[in-house]
């Protein structure tokens, strides 16, 4: 059953991640967008990661921020953590954003709503929203219930996917990742809620 548009808005991390890709393989498009992405290929044929283990490779003494769950009337969307340096969450430091499905989501969908949040908080630059939402789309794959995407924001401010603890995908753009990660932490999020719980202030 689909769920109404303004559901499938918050923060599909980018519950995205599904385009009709293998989990250790990342289809790009267009070879601008091949570009703007990059898989290591020792990390995927490695035993996947917990989302403690992916924190560490980017993160000095990570600890959790604070947590949430996405729920919308009767609709479990899914459980959200936040990590970063000391537990303290800085937008110009390393982090780590994970989120644990409690429903079926496709990915095209999730980066099409992504992209709506985007615009929601400011971005209106369309050309570079389309470029955006084509990265996605091929990066993220579909998502089962009691799966997980982790995105990690590095030192680079560049964005790394992963799914079930193996990378998937990069996407080395500063301001895709302001943008992409503002869909939870920027103040005009649409789950301003959530967004206290994931920094710890509630």
């Known amino acids: 059953m689909s769920l109404p548009k303004y559901i499938l808005s918050p923060v599909f991390f980018a519950l995205s991640l599904t385009a009709a ?102 971005y209106e630059d369309e050309v570079l929203l389309a470029k955006w939402y084509e990265q996605m789309r091929a990066v993220f794959p579909n998502i089962k219930e009691g799966e997980n995407i982790t995105g990690v924001m590095d030192e680079n401010m560049h964005t790394h996917f992963y799914h079930e603890g193996k990378l998937i995908g990069s996407i080395d753009d500063k301001t895709f990742t302001q943008s992409f990660f503002g869909i939870w932490l920027h103040e005009k999020t649409s789950e301003p809620k959530m967004r206290k719980q994931l920094m710890g202030l509630i």
């Open 21 to 122: 890709a293998q989990l250790n393989t990342v289809h790009a498009k267009t070879p601008e967008i091949q570009t703007q992405l990059s898989v290591s290929g020792a990390v995927m044929t490695n035993t996947p990661l917990s989302f403690e283990q992916i924190a560490q490779q980017y993160i000095k003494n990570p600890k959790v921020v604070g947590k949430a769950r996405l729920k919308i009337m009767f609709w479990k969307i899914y459980d959200a953590k936040l990590s970063a340096a000391d537990g303290l969450w800085n937008a110009e430091s390393p982090f780590a954003l994970s989120l644990t499905y409690l429903r079926d989501f496709d990915g095209e969908e999730i980066a099409s709503r992504s992209i709506d949040e985007m615009r929601d908080i400011g």
